[in-house]
C-alpha cells in the first residue's frame, strides 16, 4: 500500500523566499508528526498533530515556522522568509492511533524534502 | 529530559561477521527504545522496539537488542552481517513510546565484502 508522501522531494529557494512543504500521511493514519534533519545529525521533532489539532508545537525553532492539517489529513510546513540555517532535510511521518498517552503506535516516516536556501 | 548517545559515528564490519552498534540512554521515566535505519534516499524504518516488556528484543532482518536498565543500555546485534545492512542507523528514546521521538545522532554500518 501507498505510505507517507512528501512534496517536492527537492527544494531549492533563494533567502527570504517562503516555502511550503507537503506530507500526505497514510490513509487513516490519525496522527501527524514533522521532524527536521541536519547533515550528519539525527532527526529532530517540530510538532505533531492528532487529526487536524496541533497538539505540540515545542520543536518549532521561532515563528518564521508554522504547520497546519486543516482536514486532519495532508499537512504542510510552511517556512517564511527562509535563511540559510533552515536548509535540512524535512521529514515527515504518520501513525495510525492517537499521540499521547502510554500506547505505543509507530511512525512510519516519508522520504523527506531536501530544503537548501541559497 | 531524555537523550541518547550513539557512541560509534562509523562502523565496518566485514560480510558474515557480527555487527554490534552501541547506544546508551538517559530518562527520567521508564523509556520506550527503538532502532530505526535509513538506506539512502528512502524513508526512516523501524527496525525494533522495546516497551517494558522482554528486555531481549527481536527485529526485522536478525537484528535484535538487549534493553540493559543497569548499564542504560540498548545496543544493537546482528550474528551475521549482510551487504544490505549498509544503511545509516539511529538510536531512539521516547517517554510513553509516541509523541515526540528523540534521536540519537546515527551510525553509519559500512560492509565490506
Known amino acids: 500500500g501507498a505510505g507517507v508522501s512528501q512534496s517536492p522531494r527537492y527544494k531549492v529557494t533563494k533567502r527570504g523566499q517562503d516555502v511550503a512543504l507537503r506530507c500526505d500521511p497514510i490513509?487513516?493514519?490519525?496522527?501527524l508528526y514533522w521532524y527536521r534533519q541536519a547533515l550528519g545529525q539525527g532527526p529532530e521533532f517540530l510538532t505533531y498533530?492528532?487529526?487536524?489539532?496541533?497538539?505540540?508545537k515545542s520543536g518549532l525553532p521561532n515563528d518564521r515556522f508554522s504547520a497546519e492539517r486543516p482536514e486532519g489529513s495532508i499537512s504542510t510546513l510552511t517556512i517564511q522568509r527562509t535563511e540559510q540555517r533552515d536548509s535540512a532535510m524535512y521529514r515527515c511521518?504518520?501513525?495510525?492511533?492517537?499521540?499521547?498517552?502510554?500506547?505505543?503506535?509507530?511512525?512510519?516516516f516519508g522520504p523527506g524534502t531536501r530544503l537548501t536556501v541559497l | 529530559a531524555q537523550s541518547v548517545t550513539q557512541l560509534d559515528s562509523h562502523v565496518s564490519v566485514s560480510e558474515g561477521t557480527p555487527v554490534l552498534l552501541r547506544c546508551n540512554y538517559s530518562?527520567?521515566?521508564?523509556?520506550?527504545l527503538f532502532w530505526y535505519v535509513q538506506h539512502p534516499n528512502k524513508g526512516l524504518q523501524l527496525l525494533l522496539k522495546?516497551?517494558?516488556?522482554?528486555?531481549l528484543v527481536k527485529g526485522i532482518n536478525g537484528f535484535e537488542a538487549e534493553f540493559k536498565k543497569s548499564e542504560t543500555s540498548f545496543h544493537l546485534t546482528k550474528p551475521s552481517a549482510h551487504m544490505s545492512d549498509a544503511a545509516e542507523y539511529f538510536c531512539?528514546?521516547?517517554?510513553?513510546?509516541?509523541?515526540?521521538?528523540?534521536f540519537g545522532t546515527g551510525t553509519r554500518l559500512t560492509i565490506i565484502p
Open positions: 511521518a504518520s501513525s495510525l492511533a492517537l499521540g499521547s498517552g502510554r500506547t505505543y503506535n509507530e511512525q512510519f
Open positions: 490513509s487513516g493514519h490519525v496522527s
Open positions: 498533530f492528532n487529526y487536524e489539532a496541533q497538539q505540540d
Open positions: 530518562s527520567s521515566y521508564s523509556p520506550s
Open positions: 522495546y516497551t517494558s516488556a522482554a528486555t
Open positions: 531512539v528514546v521516547s517517554p510513553f513510546g509516541n509523541e515526540k521521538l528523540t
